[in-house]
Structures are given as structure tokens and as C-alpha cells.
């Protein structure tokens, strides 16, 4: 007779990987069984609707239907040839992003922190041989408040203590200087800076928006010093903003742009810079490599979801859903409410520090099925996925004001 093992249930799933996995992670205790478009429902059948889009990686929506079949078809092909051999994939892919970015060329990743090495490595290598800077002095300006992931040369010029406690020594020749400020930027510019790294807007900082003219300010600067202009896009990209890409909203144009996340859609990690020859020239065979990147199932997935994008109106979707959304927000009366702020659907309510924190209230909206994160402490982000439709938010809206009633 066939046993029928039953399922496991929501506490002893949580049992199990507090007991075996590291924790490094504090996440809200839902556990997540399966997802389809904006609707994830945990072990039990609870529905809940996705406010993070795992931190806008599911920008086209949980298991997009011809996101998952070009998974499916490539996956019956060929995976993975490394990149000692090619494959029909990557040409098409690489012409197709520079298509889409208007650069000229595309170097494949796989994770985000990957591309912003990459970043790093091409920005010096620039510096070293394009603009001159004497071996070993190159230097990059970061700003305070910055995410660009988990590497242990990331984390030496985070601002975030925690992400770098216990783990240097760091790697030199970075500077931090505070987001937002370009009076700062231009007195920390000289000749050894070879690049500024910047999110366009900072999104695990908590949605901050910085002050208009920024960009092109920075941008200028570059232009004046001969300094790469590099923006991390990884989150920002790829329609979250309404934009395509973050720095549109300023009219720049980047010298490198990095960008991962929602590239593959939620099915797989890919990443990438996008840059020009001048920069892109300095990678010659053996200089910079990863097994997977550029992979031919990795291409095909991106592919087709950056076609799903576009050709769904998502960009549009979450410029105009976003204008709607955020002016809701605005409009709940609630005294813990600090300022509503973003761009397209990427939004941060901030509380007020008397609030009691962001996370009780993520977990009340819990209980009414939706899914949000706090960041940082005070800081709830709204970032569905971008096919989201004008009635689920208010669907939404409904629950968010209930939400601030019950906790006044
Ligand atoms: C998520 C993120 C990264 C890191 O990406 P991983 O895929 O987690 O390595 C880097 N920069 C920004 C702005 C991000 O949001």
C-alpha cells in the first residue's frame, strides 16, 4: 500500500530551518508554498498579496507564463556551457540589452553583487589604464546609507555597521560620502577617483529619494574630473520606478550601469553591467570570469523576461499604479505616520520613531494577506510586482487603512 507522508505544517517548517540553517535571515513567518502572478499562499492555503516582490526581482510577476515556458524549452536544450565554449543564446541576448540601453556593450553575471564587483573592477582598470591613475591609488566615492550586496570588498564601505562587524579587514580605496550632498562630492573629487558608485534612488535605505538635480550634478562632476559615473540599478531598474531605468527620471546617461534582480524575472539569477567600449575595452580574455554568467538558460530566461516587460506595459503600469498608490497613502490620517514617499511602485511610508517600529505593523498587515518588509527600523516599503492592477491596490489600500485604525 502507498503511504501517503503528510505535509509538513507551516511551525515545524519554521522548526526546521531554525534548527539546521544558519541565521542569518529574521523573516516574517510565513512559509511560502507556491505563487502566481501578485498572490503567494503559504502551507496552509492562506493567500497573501506580495508587496516586496522579493525585493523587486518578481517585478513581472511570480511565475510569469512565458517567462517559465523559455525556462522550460531552454532547460530541455542546454543549461550551461561555460563560457569556454558559446552558445546561440548570448549573442542575441547581449544585442538585445544594448538594444533596450542604448549601450554598446553587456558583461553577464549572476547575482548582484557579482556585477557590482564587476563594476568595480572595470572602473579601476579604467582608471589604471584609460585615465592614468599610478597603479594601486584608484579610488570610488560611495555614499552613505548605500546597499550593493554582501561581498566581503561590498561590505568594507557599507554604512551599515552591522554588515560589516566581524568581517574585515576591508578593501581600501573607497570613500564615503553622504548621500544626497554634491557640494561633498566635489571636494573629495581628485585625480586618483576613478568612479562614483550610486543607487539612483536608495532602496534598502528605505525608498530616499535624493534631491532633485542630483544625478545630473553628479554626472557633471564626473564629466569635469574624468571619473566614471556608475549607478546601481540592480533594484531601481527594470521598471520599478516607472522608468525603465532609474536615472531616466534626471535625464543622465551612466557611464556603467549595473543591473540584476528582475532581470531573469524571479526564475533565476542574472546580473550585468552595461557600458560602452571605452570601459568595456579594458576586459581582455582571463581578466574577469564566473562559470555561470551568461549562462544559455540564464539568457534565455532574461530574455524573454525584459520582452515582458516592455511589451506588457509594465514600466507604464507601475509609473501611473505608483502615482495613484502613493497618493493614497498620503491621504491616511494616522499620527504614526512620518511621509510617504517614491517613485513608480517602489514607495516607503516612514513612522514616526514613536511608532513602535515597522515591523508590527508589517505583521498585523500579515494577518489581513499582505506581505510587506520593514526596513530599517522605521520604514515600511511597498513594491508589488508591477502587473498589479489599480482594484488590488485598493484592495490593498482597504487593508493598509484598517491596519493604521487598529494599531492607533
Ligand atoms: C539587491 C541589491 C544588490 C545585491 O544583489 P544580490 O543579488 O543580492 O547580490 C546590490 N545593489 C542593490 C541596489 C540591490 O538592491
Request: glycine share 12%.
Amino acid at each position: 500500500m502507498e503511504t501517503k507522508t503528510k505535509p509538513l505544517s507551516t511551525s515545524e517548517l519554521i522548526h526546521m530551518e531554525e534548527a539546521y540553517g544558519a541565521h542569518n535571515y529574521h523573516p516574517l513567518d510565513v512559509v511560502i508554498q507556491k505563487a502566481e502572478g501578485i498572490w503567494v499562499w503559504d502551507v496552509e492555503g492562506n493567500r497573501f498579496l506580495d508587496f516586496l516582490a522579493s525585493y523587486s526581482a518578481v517585478n513581472q510577476g511570480h511565475g510569469h507564463p512565458r517567462i517559465r515556458k523559455a525556462l522550460m524549452e531552454q532547460a530541455g536544450k542546454v543549461t550551461l556551457t561555460s563560457r569556454a565554449f558559446r552558445s546561440d543564446q548570448l549573442g542575441p541576448f547581449y544585442k538585445e540589452m544594448c538594444e533596450l540601453s542604448g549601450y554598446g556593450r553587456m558583461l553577464p553575471m549572476n547575482t548582484g553583487a557579482e556585477a557590482v564587483e564587476t563594476a568595480i573592477k572595470a572602473a579601476r582598470k579604467w582608471g589604471y589604464k584609460v585615465k592614468g591613475v599610478p597603479e594601486g591609488q584608484a579610488q570610488i566615492l560611495v555614499f552613505t546609507g548605500n546597499f550593493h550586496g554582501r561581498t566581503t570588498t561590498i561590505v568594507g564601505f557599507s554604512g551599515e555597521a552591522q554588515y560589516k562587524e566581524g568581517f574585515g579587514p576591508f578593501t581600501p580605496g573607497f570613500t564615503m560620502l553622504p548621500y544626497g550632498d554634491l557640494e561633498a562630492v566635489r571636494t573629495a573629487m581628485n585625480p586618483n577617483v576613478v568612479g562614483i558608485l550610486v543607487e539612483p534612488i536608495q532602496g534598502e535605505s528605505g525608498i530616499i529619494i535624493p534631491p532633485d538635480g542630483y544625478l545630473k550634478g553628479l554626472e557633471a562632476l564626473c564629466r569635469e574630473h574624468k571619473a566614471l559615473f556608475i549607478t546601481d540599478e540592480i533594484q531601481s531598474g527594470l521598471g520599478r520606478t516607472g522608468k525603465m531605468f532609474a536615472y531616466e527620471h534626471e535625464g543622465v546617461r551612466p557611464d556603467v550601469v549595473i543591473i540584476g534582480k528582475a532581470l531573469a524575472g524571479g526564475f533565476y539569477p542574472v546580473s550585468a553591467i552595461l557600458a560602452d567600449d571605452e570601459v568595456m575595452g579594458v576586459f581582455n580574455p582571463g581578466d574577469h570570469g564566473s562559470t555561470f554568467g551568461g549562462n544559455p538558460l540564464a539568457c534565455a530566461v532574461a530574455r524573454e523576461a525584459v520582452k515582458v516587460l516592455t511589451e506588457e506595459n509594465m514600466v507604464q503600469n507601475s509609473a501611473e499604479l505608483g502615482e495613484y498608490f502613493i497618493e493614497k497613502l498620503r491621504s491616511i490620517q494616522s499620527r504614526h505616520i512620518r511621509e510617504v514617499r517614491g517613485r513608480g511602485l517602489w514607495i516607503g511610508l516612514e513612522l514616526v520613531p514613536q511608532a513602535g517600529g515597522a515591523r508590527r505593523f508589517c505583521e498585523a498587515l500579515m494577518a489581513k494577506g499582505m506581505l510587506c518588509k520593514e526596513t530599517h527600523e522605521h520604514t515600511i516599503r511597498f513594491a508589488p510586482p508591477l502587473i498589479i492592477t489599480r482594484k488590488e491596490l485598493d484592495w490593498a489600500l482597504e487593508r493598509v487603512n484598517q491596519v493604521f485604525k487598529e494599531l492607533d
